[in-house]
């Protein structure tokens, strides 16, 4: 039974967020959270087989998709969404008509917070995404629009207005991120770690991107959370959200937007195959010692003022500079290209994208 | 009574640390540290009147300068270090003969973690000086080499390794270390919140060193721990650990140095002056604003091998770029010189900055 405490009696940002859950099973995990998801919309995103079932449990206002809507709603353009792989949740944002996303895996559960007490992940992400970013300079205590925290000596004033913030990302109690040489290694390890902490990925930096509990500002950043090619007919697997955090980043840095990592956490339940997860990532793990050079360095030119612009030109410079690392990445800069073109169509207004402080639609 | 488990039976680095303590009254608050700092050796800066008796707890090994050594054992050069201001603590670090230093101010005592148990400051400082930093890509779970962490997935595995810890910084509880305007603004704002976390502040991104609360490797950045010109004659005060935070980081990034922040906390026991800090501080409150682009910019020569050979040239810089600013910059930047020459002449084996990863004296 939840707190009721954490749940507020007034769900915050009710009709302008959009909850996006990729899966491949019922959706049974969704009675933890019903305190916390049932005001909002849900967008499923049914992975594989398309004839299967998938129940979600009643009360829950939903629409879900399966691959044949997805063909059948994208055309020929569907190719740029993965299938037999969770990327292919990022069809929900592209079809969504909220300002806010918040994406959970299915086998993440409610945590509780050192006192006990249920976190209201998507509270605390609705909080993250409202309040700005410092990525300019670095505060000691955190982020200091908080409660009881602000800039500390040596700060520089000018920079304490901060900009907006276009992601919000949390982390996990349980299960940790690792990949599969780390979970082969550690098999036991858990986190149990609260850190009470949010904070801002300082401009310059990347960082991992995951997507098991993640929210973001389509209007100020969907565009660039294009989760890429995995799974089926794909030589990789397990980097779909690192590819989108990747891009993600250099476009906020470009644009001067924020990035928060850190609260809240969710209860990651149950770790995924190691070997399985082997197969998929052994390509990614040494395609990233060149990816991550490649990333450091992405110069956006000034004329890149909208997401979409960005992350064309990003494309033309994965083509150009990944694609001798392997023929993949000339097919996934196209996807990318693919990508925005389906975005465009669905979300004919681009002003939103160019008006990020608007509230166009 | 300090909790016994907190004690480690064998300090760590014993012989290889001293702690720098700047002070104008009697060291009471040492009894409360006793358990931690008894088996360490201490240097007391005493600032203002040298013919005030301060008194030292006894038990403690210790040496103590006042203004007259000072002046006796630097001669001339004595004018780099500052007078009836905190700053004069870095004539401590000049003097030292260990690898590593542990500076704390005497307004700081021993914070307990929520548990309720007593946070050995000193051994968390240690540790983090002793395991690696990671300034190139940013670990989501902070501190990968903390008990029950590791690097997440997409983390790349050729930067897995990390770089030496030269700097160790930690955080307060109770008073939170704020300029004088939001001293004014938030006078009964106190730190309450225990973040469990360590970690590196990412290559080029600039932060706000306190030396209330900070280690850091002698052997590694030493030089760099100039805490400029404040207080008696000079235009501003409160500025000193900011110098040598923006000038160390600077350095660290150029020398491929890392920087953690975070745990330990102390118990900061009294806010100062806020009226007397703003005075202090009103000058630094703008020039901060040039200072931060000036050190976001630095680029240091790929001949500047050392640390020595860092700061000569960032002194450069600062009289050419800075000096504009104010005839007060032209006299730090001469000071900068003076407290490199001295150092020198105190640090005849020069050969410890030239390789960092030996034990030369």
Redesign the interface.
């Known amino acids: 039974m939840a707190d009721s405490a954490s749940i507020p009696s007034t769900p915050l940002l009710k009709d302008e967020l959009d909850i996006v859950i990729p899966t491949i099973r019922n959706l049974d995990f969704l009675e933890m959270w019903r305190p916390y998801f049932q005001p909002y919309h849900l967008i499923i995103v049914q992975d594989g087989d398309p004839s299967k079932t998938i129940k979600v449990p009643e009360g829950f206002d939903y629409e879900l998709y399966n691959r044949n809507d997805i063909n059948r709603i994208l055309g020929p353009k569907a190719s740029c969404i993965s299938f037999k792989d969770s990327a292919c949740r990022c069809f929900g944002y592209m079809i969504s008509k909220k300002k806010y996303i918040y994406t959970i895996d299915d086998d993440c559960f409610v945590a509780k917070d050192?006192s006990g007490k249920e976190i209201n992940a998507l509270e605390q992400h609705i909080k993250n995404l409202l309040c700005p970013s410092t990525p300019f300079?670095?505060?000691?205590?955190?982020d200091p629009f908080?409660e009881?925290?602000?800039?500390?000596?040596?700060?520089?004033?000018?920079?304490r207005e901060g900009v907006p913030t276009a992601v919000s990302?949390g982390?996990w109690l349980n299960i940790?991120?690792?990949?599969a040489?780390?979970q082969l290694v550690?098999p036991r390890?858990?986190?149990?770690?609260?850190?009470?902490?949010v904070l801002t990925?300082?401009?310059?930096?990347?960082?991992?991107?995951?997507g098991m509990n993640l929210g973001f500002n389509r209007e100020l950043i969907g565009p660039a959370m294009y989760f890429g090619l995995m799974g089926d007919g794909q030589p990789i697997g397990?980097?779909d959200?690192?590819w989108a955090?990747w891009c993600t980043k250099v476009i906020c840095d470009h644009l001067g937007l924020g990035v928060k990592?850190g609260l809240p956490y969710i209860w990651h339940s149950k770790a995924s195959n190691p070997f399985v997860n082997l197969k998929k990532?052994y390509k990614g793990?040494f395609w990233?010692?060149e990816l991550?050079p490649f990333f450091q360095s992405v110069v956006l030119p000034k004329d890149c003022t909208t997401v979409q612009k960005c992350y064309i030109e990003l494309s033309k410079q994965v083509k150009e500079k990944l694609g001798k690392i392997d023929p993949y990445f000339d097919k996934l800069a196209d996807a990318m290209v693919t990508w925005i073109e389906a975005w465009d169509e669905h979300n004919p207004s681009g002003a939103a994208a160019e008006k990020p402080n608007g509230t166009a639609k």
């Open positions: 050192p300079f670095f505060n000691t205590l955190y908080r009881g925290a602000d800039f500390v000596r040596g700060y520089p004033f000018s920079l990302h982390l940790p991120d690792y990949d040489p780390t550690k390890e858990r986190n149990t770690r609260y850190v009470d902490a990925v300082p401009k310059g930096t990347l960082f991992p991107m995951c397990r980097y959200d690192m955090g990592t990532e793990i990233q010692e991550i």
